[in-house]
Nanobody, 116 residues
Framework: QVQLVESGGGYAPTGASVNLSCTTS????????LGWYRQVPGHQRELIAR???????TFLDSVKGRFTISRNNAKNTVYLQMNDLKPEDTGVYYC??????????WGQGTQVTVSS
């Protein structure tokens, strides 16, 4: 079973920083556009950041300027650096290919909770 494994979440106060990691197989990773998705209870999972195989990045407006996405091709890992966290950033964060995620690739996600 193909899976992407997210890690790095936790509790953080408003204004803090958190760094998330997502590791997968080279079969999925190599050359793929990868994205970080966020799910909040009662809402659909949304794509908040993505990075192409060549490093071009795109962000949802609500996180632009606060979040950065990067990838380490040697480690088959994509990162999400989250700065200046806000309570509305609370949610479960997943990674997958982007912009059309593969439903077979969803992992467990990692919970980020930002306290006000």
């Amino acid at each position: 079973q193909v899976q992407l494994v997210e890690s790095g979440g936790g509790y953080a106060p408003t204004g803090a920083s958190v760094n998330l990691s997502c590791t997968t197989s080279s079969m999925i990773f190599k050359g793929s556009t990868l994205g970080w998705y966020r799910q909040v209870p009662g809402h659909q999972r949304e794509l908040i950041a993505r990075i192409t195989g060549s490093g071009t990045v795109t962000f949802l407006d609500s996180v632009k300027g606060r979040f950065t996405i990067s990838r380490n091709n040697a480690k088959n890992t994509v990162y999400l650096q989250m700065n200046d966290l806000k309570p509305e950033d609370t949610g479960v964060y997943y990674c997958n290919i982007a912009p059309m995620p593969n439903p077979l690739y969803w992992g467990q996600g990692t919970q980020v909770t930002v306290s006000s």
